[in-house]
């Protein structure tokens, strides 16, 4: 059984670990607030948009390479995960639906090349062995749309270089501050949604289109994935923070049954030191009185 030195350093070492988790679980709190207000305030305009150019889509008149539909020879993987780590199961759900995909896409014959968004996850992958085609780090915690900038520009040289045939982003999508849900979205090809109503046909035929049709999807389909891609920073950037501030408030709940339990633990071992003492006076004046 521990000494009374050794529990009283143990429970000071708690205490202290608490207070770094509570403080911990304050900031995340902070961002958190800031993230979720930037993605629920960017939602509306990232639905609207993707929703009014895939149904433009379907009437445009020439070929647009970020709508060319190639034979999948080659797909992208894009994974987004965080820079830092303490924030429960976020990072390992993204990367276990990451190396599912790649086994499944594989094993349909297909090629598969990777790149991470994310310190964690490009780390993971090097120490996996699995060579990336590109890396960025440093983005999570802040999100500017420079970054989603930076992404898109070089997913779209490369899907125009036919480098690869598709492009899927997996990340994590806020839905609550106790739920993320991972989420398998394909960026390229843009896919044209098909009218279900005769008058929804007819209504997207009669647009006009000025300057022309081509100069309009030159300048909004980069634009479109620009905007998906900083939606999908977003979303991880709340759902990271949600995460951590979760697992820092039950870290801090963990430390104070933690220090309950030692505390109970301190206070035995207090007590059978003074009976033991007790008992040891007792039997000395027993043997001085014989």
């Not at 008149?61 to 080659?74: A, C, F, M, S, V």
């Not at 970054?147 to 070089?154: F, I, P």
């Not at 081509?214 to 939606?231: H, M, T």
């Not at 949600?242 to 104070?256: I, L, V």
Request: hydrophobic share 40%; proline share 3%.
């Amino acid at each position: 059984m521990p000494g009374l030195k050794e529990i009283r350093k143990r429970i000071g070492s708690v205490k202290s670990t608490k207070q770094i988790t509570k403080a911990m679980k304050m900031v995340a709190a902070a961002k958190f607030r800031k993230a979720q207000t930037r993605i629920l305030e960017l939602r509306p305009y990232a639905d609207k948009m993707n929703s009014v150019l895939t149904s433009l889509a379907q009437t445009v008149e020439t070929g647009h390479p970020l709508l060319e539909i190639r034979p999948r020879k080659k797909v992208e993987v894009v994974v987004l995960t965080g820079d830092k780590g303490l924030c429960g199961a976020f990072n390992t759900n993204i990367m276990k639906a990451a190396f599912k995909l790649i086994k499944e896409t594989r094993s349909e014959g297909i090629e598969v090349s990777v790149s991470a968004i994310g310190k964690k996850g490009t780390d993971l992958f090097k120490r996996r062995g699995l060579a990336l085609r590109q890396s960025w780090v440093g983005i999570s915690g802040r999100v500017s749309y420079l970054n989603a900038k930076e992404v898109t520009n070089d997913i779209i040289e490369n899907y125009k270089n036919e480098t690869f045939d598709e492009v899927i982003l997996i990340y994590n999508e806020f839905r609550s501050a106790l739920v993320q849900k991972v989420s398998v979205a394909r960026l390229l090809p843009l896919a044209p949604v098909k009218a279900e109503e005769s008058a929804s046909r007819e209504a997207a035929a009669d647009f006009l289109y000025e300057p022309s049709q081509q100069a309009i999807f030159d300048n909004l389909l980069p634009k479109n994935l620009e905007i998906q891609v900083f939606r999908a920073l977003l979303e991880s950037q709340a759902s990271e923070e949600a995460a951590r501030m979760t697992s820092m408030e039950n870290a801090t709940k963990a430390a104070d049954d933690m220090i309950a339990g030692l505390t109970l633990q301190y206070n035995k071992a207090r007590q059978a030191s003074i009976t033991k003492e007790l008992m040891d006076i007792v039997g000395g004046v027993e043997a001085l009185k014989q």
